[in-house]
Nanobody
Framework: QVQLVESGGGLVQAGGSLRLSCAASGRTFSDFFMAWFRQAPGKEREFVAYINPRSNTSYADSVKGRFTISRDNAKNTVYLQMNSLKPEDTAVYYC?????????????????WGQGTQVTVSS
């Protein structure tokens, strides 16, 4: 079993930055494929960013060039650095962990999920 706990969300003005953290416990973190998803009010949960055990990454087009995903295996933590935030980035952000490679943008590729952290971007 793996437990994921997100932190770092909050209220920020458009153009600002936030860094989300996701701390993992319970299993060997370095083996996991990690991702961030988000869900805005009234919308479906969507893929944001992905990082594999070798730190290869991929991003949704909507965040490419503004968001950066990274991991620190020594701290069992994955990060999402969000810059140039826009009001449309407002959502609950979820961390997810997968035990094996699958299509990174699909929610069903992940075995474990955090509880989410709220990000609100004001205009």
């Amino acid at each position: 079993q793996v437990q994921l706990v997100e932190s770092g969300g909050g209220l920020v003005q458009a153009g600002g930055s936030l860094r989300l953290s996701c701390a993992a416990s319970g299993r060997t973190f370095s083996d996991f494929f990690m991702a961030w998803f988000r869900q805005a009010p009234g919308k479906e949960r969507e893929f944001v960013a992905y990082i594999n055990p070798r730190s290869n990454t991929s991003y949704a087009d909507s965040v490419k060039g503004r968001f950066t995903i990274s991991r620190d295996n020594a701290k069992n933590t994955v990060y999402l650095q969000m810059n140039s935030l826009k009001p449309e980035d407002t959502a609950v952000y979820y961390c997810a962990a997968g035990e094996r490679y699958s299509m990174p943008w699909r929610q069903t590729s992940y075995n474990y999920w955090g509880q989410g952290t709220q990000v609100t971007v004001s205009s």
